[in-house]
């Protein structure tokens, strides 16, 4: 039997897989780097390959396609810590067997490694693989969830198919969109987008289809629409849930003929557009209200993605802050600011409404509006505040309490214990100061604790007397 070839520069890693393969009854071999396997690829040839992606002295996306090249069949599994969807889109795209972000479930790995070897005789050739990558990222995520995203972004790189992508507001839909065009067979062609419920119902029809000059009062000339514009590329319909009816039957009517009338035409125009739809809203639901045509949603429903929001993925947040405030901080050529552990810890506990969006504005109203480099819990805006320390009303603390560990819980938070922790202790203290107006030595008795315990408290969750 071929042995499972292991190629990390990092030790611990190449560690973990000995130890877990060698309770299996599959031979493998380990290698600190991609020279190494390719020396040994010259004259030994592995059942699958579980590669880094970045190691000093070569990329597994390199290897990758070598081996892609001289050996297509056999399954090559790429792992990488840096979890970018440029990363997983290049993996795809050279033909990888599957994309296993760090840090993984062993088992998992392990499932994938005999999924990979029973498979082995059915994988695609795939050479020319796509190693580029950028300093910053399209997208970041290194949740769960956000890794299922990459992968169907990378596995439909190839693809023409219509998407409905799911998601509240400002959880980034339109950057997915732009991701399935970007890594798509029509990347050199057209991406337009339009929010469908910005424009008045009146005008809509107008800018999706165009219109003939004198087709109403003020169609001094004629207007290529949306459709025309994005002829051989793509088009994003944002909020497609908020279509008015009579827009929804044209609009099939388009996907099912690939054609359409200008407002005011009497000549057919023959269109070749890829379809991405995306909505906040429930279109099963609406479609049972009898507010969204069923043939549409059928349409539109061919390969559907959900995009988490930010509350499902807050292990993201931390490296978001970081991304938007070196985002912030460039654009405005200033310093980029550095955010406290404890500012990061309190900021992973907000609910965020916004999703990314509000997020992000929050970084930018830090990089311009703290006062010094290091942003700490008192340097965030009011409402934030508010907006982790508030009860439901009509409840008891404890029932608060309860509701929102079982609902972090739910959402496979992390941390839950600390990050509370954190919050509770930060209530406690800032009440029990403003009860003795600052006196720290009867807040320290009334708490319960030494002075020079709540002095440090204090230091450590910025708490401002």
Request: aromatic share 6%.
């Amino acid at each position: 039997m071929k042995p499972i070839w292991i190629i990390d520069d990092d030790k611990s890693i190449r560690w973990v897989f000995e130890k877990a393969l060698a309770r299996t009854d599959l031979e493998f071999k380990t290698f600190p780097s991609v020279v190494d396997a390719l020396n040994t690829l010259t004259h030994e040839q592995p059942q699958v390959v579980v590669s880094d992606i970045r190691m000093p002295n070569g990329s597994g996306l390199d290897f990758l396609s070598e081996i892609k090249r001289k050996f297509p069949d056999i399954p090559v599994i790429i792992m990488t810590a840096y979890s970018d969807l440029e990363s997983a889109v290049a993996a795809f795209q050279g033909g990888a067997f599957e994309y296993l972000a760090k840090p993984f479930d062993v088992d998992q790995a392990i499932d994938i490694i005999k999924r990979a070897v029973e498979e082995s005789a059915r994988q695609a050739s795939e050479s020319d693989a796509n190693t580029s990558t950028e300093e910053t990222p399209e997208i970041i995520g290194q949740a769960p969830s956000m890794q299922e995203v990459f992968r169907a972004i990378g596995r439909l790189s190839r693809s023409h198919a219509t998407v409905l992508i799911n998601g509240e507001s400002g959880s980034g839909k339109e950057l997915v969109a732009r991701a399935l065009h970007r890594h798509s067979p029509r990347a050199d062609k057209p991406f337009i987008a339009l929010n469908t419920a910005a424009i008045p119902k009146d005008l809509l029809e107008s800018e999706l289809f165009g219109h003939e000059r004198g087709a109403f009062t003020g169609a001094a000339a004629a207007r290529r629409g949306r459709f025309e514009q994005a002829d051989t590329g793509t088009l994003f319909l944002d909020e497609i849930g908020d279509m008015p009816a009579d827009l929804q039957t044209r609009l099939l009517r388009v996907l099912s003929d690939g054609q359409f009338y200008r407002v005011g035409g009497h000549q057919p125009i023959k269109v070749n557009v890829r379809i991405i739809a995306a909505t906040h809203q429930d279109l099963e639901e609406r479609v049972k209200q009898g507010l969204f045509r069923e043939d549409l949603f059928h349409r539109l429903n061919v390969i559907r993605l959900r995009l988490p929001a930010l509350r499902e993925r807050r292990e993201d947040i931390p490296l978001l802050i970081k991304h938007f405030l070196q985002r912030s901080a460039s654009e405005l050529s200033v310093e980029a600011k550095q955010p406290t552990i404890a500012a990061l810890k309190y900021l992973s506990a907000v609910n965020w409404s916004g999703n990314v969006r509000q997020l992000e504005n929050v970084c930018h109203w830090l990089t311009v509006m703290a006062p010094g480099q290091s942003i700490d819990i008192a340097d965030l805006p009011p409402e934030l505040k508010e907006d982790v320390t508030k009860a439901p009303i009509g409840s008891t603390w404890q029932e608060a309490l309860a509701a929102e560990v079982k609902d972090a819980l739910n959402r496979n938070e992390q941390n839950v214990l600390e990050t509370r922790t954190h919050i509770f202790e930060r209530i406690l203290i800032e009440r029990a100061l403003e009860h003795t107006h600052g006196r720290r030595i009867e807040a320290a008795h009334q708490l319960g604790m030494g002075r020079n315990t709540l002095t440090r408290k204090i230091q450590e969750l910025g708490i401002e007397e």
